[in-house]
């Protein structure tokens, strides 16, 4: 199990691992309480997630103090649960990694305050975590996961880009939105058809059953050089889209709803699809790694796979749990970080905005 974690971490101590170190994760950016214990030798003990999406469902939306006093309440019980059901006492603990940005602010402290005060109380290392980094390395939590260095296209409902991977921690960004996310742009697609909070997968599963010939959206800012994306634009197009579509009433059919929405999904696909192809020319790299919430979208998966397998790119991605917001991520990237002797501090500090490409490898 976990060959190339653990390929990753033979070769990021220099030789073997001596001693297999336990790490506990605690992941609490946005409305998932994600928590989960990592073992360098072993690979993943054990986890466990509590997702908010019931609680905020009634807004349309996160609503970010919610999310802090719902981490409150599930966060410890998550932890105990974790340690029992993989059998693991506190002393056997070596290190606790958390989200430390970026996110909501509120929620990120949640985490950071618990994780920090049990690191203390149990006399281990306490590791702040990027959130992004944790979706960039959950790929490598897969047997026969992708090996540095790799072009990584990031995903997720507050951020969209694509990246040089070198190492651990040197990430040179190539290009990202200069606007809306493209999970922000699924969300926001989908409140306007009426689908409800988390837009992503609901506009997939509707898709399905959409006329893909039926309408064309714009791939934006494919007609010209560079790898920055722009998805704004779409969600007006979307808008006009669903308008043209409505009867005397305002009343937009089911139908005509999983149109648009295929329609949709095959403009974020495609855009995002012709970025990486461009990334991996720029590169010259021939592995591209997909993570965060969006590429647990199937029709994304299997296009990128489909076209860049055939120029001779290998396409990796988590399975589903892990490309969403979870707790394995982060103890992953915690080990991997205290495995190449990463400091640890005492600061309980949070960053709810954090450029990844401000990250340095450990050493
Ligand atoms: O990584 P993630 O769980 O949280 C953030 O860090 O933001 O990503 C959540 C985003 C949401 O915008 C959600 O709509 C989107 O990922 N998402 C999807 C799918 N599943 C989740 N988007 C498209 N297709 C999906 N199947
Ligand atoms: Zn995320």
Redo the contacts with the bound molecule.
Sequence with gaps: MQISATRLLVNLSGSSILAAMKILGIET??D?TGVALYDTGRGLLGQALYSQVDLHATYGGVVPELASRDHVRRLLPLVQEVLDAADVSTDQLDGVAYTAGP?LAGALLVGAGTARALAYGWGVPALAVH?MEG?LLAPLLEEGGPDFPFVALL?????TMLLEARSLGDYRLLGESVDD????A??KA?KMMGLGY????R??ALAEQGDPARFRFPRPMTDRPGLDFSFSGLKTFCMNTLRDCADADGVVSDGDKADVARAF?EAVVDTLLIKCRRAMDETGLDTLVMA???S???R?RAKLADSLGKRGVRVHYPR?EY???NGAMIAFAGALRLAAGAPADLAIQVRPRWPLSELAPPA
């Design positions: 950016s946005c998932e996110g959130h979706h995903v997720s409902g507050g951020h996310a493209a999970g922000e699924f969300d989908a988390p837009g992503g997968p506009i997939a999904e965060g919430g969006v647990a979208n199937r994304l589903p490309c969403t917001d």
